[in-house]
């Protein structure tokens, strides 16, 4: 089984080729990631190429090898369960499970995960509205806008929180943009960067950095 930071680190590369929409990663960006020095990311990513996980090219970046890919899919697979599980069984709150799912995710077993996956219903979706990778690795990707792109005054659901910071999602979890909640944009204002919502009958405000994170459907 690949150590645990192996496995962050394939994790990361695909997570931020997966938001770049590019198969190639900066090492600059990869090392932000995983809060190294350059010098670190480079030497474990030469590592995994040694390993036929990932291509590493100087001065282009990283990529994923086909292997690389499956093997990310698996640990997302795991942290994904192992959040819904958390929230879903043992009566944990949507935003503080992330942390508990980064450790967790290297060390459980097969027979442990699929046994969650069975009496969880085979969910598709975690907490927090991110896709689940299936057994096969497949994962099933919706079309969904941000506040900053869906259409005003309307009842929209939300859907997904596409940041893991707890802060962040406290904050989420305060304002009452949990994933399955309902919400009306009522307002973009393009000079102030600043999107108007209605969320549980209150009037709330909030910036585009935030805004972009917070994903909906119709
Ligand atoms: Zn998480």
Redesign the pocket.
Known sequence: MPSATVEDYIKQIYLISDQIGIKEVAMGRVADALGVVPGTATTMVKALAAAGLANYAPRVGVSLTGQGHVLALHVLRR??LI?QFLVEQLGYDWSE??EE??QLEHVISERLLERIDKILGHPTV?P?G?PIPSASGEMSESQLESFLQCPLNKTLRIARIAD?NPDFLSYIARSGLNPGASVTITLRDSRAESVQLLARGQQLSMGWGAAAKVLVER
């Open positions: 942290h994904r959040e499970v992330h799912a980064e975690d927090h991110d893991q």
